[in-house]
């Protein structure tokens, strides 16, 4: 466990530089049962990242110099298994304290040492001080929450508390294979598996306790996958205007669900998923051959037409870069690595996207426009404000039964125990 301890300060210091995401946690070579622990660490820190922050601020008499981030690291790594994982006192102090000698900084040591140790005996009294503080006590930047009150003051906190927590573990039955919903629940329940079906997913299962994919039954060969269930709602919105053989664009489709899940339902379509980056394409190209199915894979940017042959789309999804807001349970490191700059960046990038990708579309042909955002600026203010420069586009209306009316379009939000913030809106292009 002591070098799950030593990745997971060295992971943590680049994202709290600002270096990386959690993502790449995916390249990090530990045996499987220090995996899972490393996980864990790295997800919980980044997950109660401003609490510990403010905690670690009580402890040191001067902050750690910028070279010394994954000392800090190694500090928050102990609070956290002090304050919110069954790991032993003396273990949490004395193996995170003892990996600074690994990472080559022993006279840490006795300091990692000292404040957690203080940690541990004036447990009360830091985290009363630490639920004084705003940021500390909600686990959420300053500048996010203003976001959120301002945009949404009946749900922001409700946001903020699913935010918060570990994200459910959600299925995708493959609807091209011979199975019901119910058979493969049963299949779960045969391997001991607790899950129920999702309410608005007509293919979606939510697990009651998370499990690593090997055991679930037939995965391997395609009989499920997994993903949430408010990304599964796409392909239900844009069914009723997909023909058997549809021309179809799939826009920043990586890492492939959506693709994958609209393949599954609709047999007959002509599937161009496109994306910009080729290392992504690849994992699009794995999730469809598991999945065995096909489509025609390109890379291309999406804000231009550089790509595209000419031949008009019947029906196109853009999933648009976006701040991730509504998935923050799963990436928690977006509360320290998004800042409030970047919001106008991306409302300026999926302006682009939404021009260039309509002018690809036929007419009489529909476009879906999705985010995991919960930010109007990307999501209710973009279909405004591309509505009212697009005079061949109107809104059409979405059959959700979840989320509520934003703009032309239906927010969803974060669900504790439920499915992801969400935002879809449905623009239909005028017949010449």
Known sequence: MSQARVQAARTLAQVLRGQASLAAMTTVDLPPRDHGFYKALCFGVCRELPRLEHLAGQLLKQPFKVKDQDIQALLLLGLY?????????????????????????????????GCLRRADRER???????DQDM?????????????????????WETIVAANNEAP????????????????????????????????????????AVPCDVDSLPGFEDGDVSVQDEAAQLAESLLA????ESCHFLDACCAPGGKTAHLLERHAGLNMIALDND???????SDTLTRLGLEAELCEGDATTTDWWNGTAFDAILCDAPCSGTGVIRRHPDIKHLRQPED???????????????????????????????????ENATQIDRFLARTASASALPLPLECGEPAGAGRQLFP?????DGFFYALLHKAAN
């Open 81 to 113: 298994q002090l304050y919110y994982m069954r790991v032993p006192p003396h273990a949490a102090v004395g193996e995170t304290a003892g990996a600074a000698r690994t990472l080559k900084k022993p006279w840490a040591t006795r300091v990692l040492n």
């Open 124 to 130: 009360d009294a830091l985290l009363a001080a630490a």
């Open 135 to 155: 940021e500390a006590s909600l686990r959420h930047p300053a500048w996010l929450v203003d976001t959120l009150k301002q945009a949404w003051p009946a749900h």
């Open 168 to 207: 459910p573990m959600t299925l995708r039955i493959n609807a091209r294979s011979d199975q019901t919903r119910d058979a493969y629940l049963a299949r779960l329940s045969e391997q001991s598996i607790d899950a129920t079906a999702t309410p608005f997913s007509r293919d979606g299962i939510t697990l």
């Open 240 to 243: 009723p205007h997909l023909s």
């Open 278 to 284: 080729g290392a992504r394409l690849t994992r699009v």
């Open 343 to 377: 919001l106008t960046g991306l409302a300026t990038l999926q302006g682009e996207m939404l021009d260039s990708l309509w002018s690809t579309l036929a007419p009489g042909g529909v476009l879906l426009y999705a985010t995991c955002s919960v930010i109007p600026a």
């Open 415 to 419: 669900q504790t125990g439920g499915h």
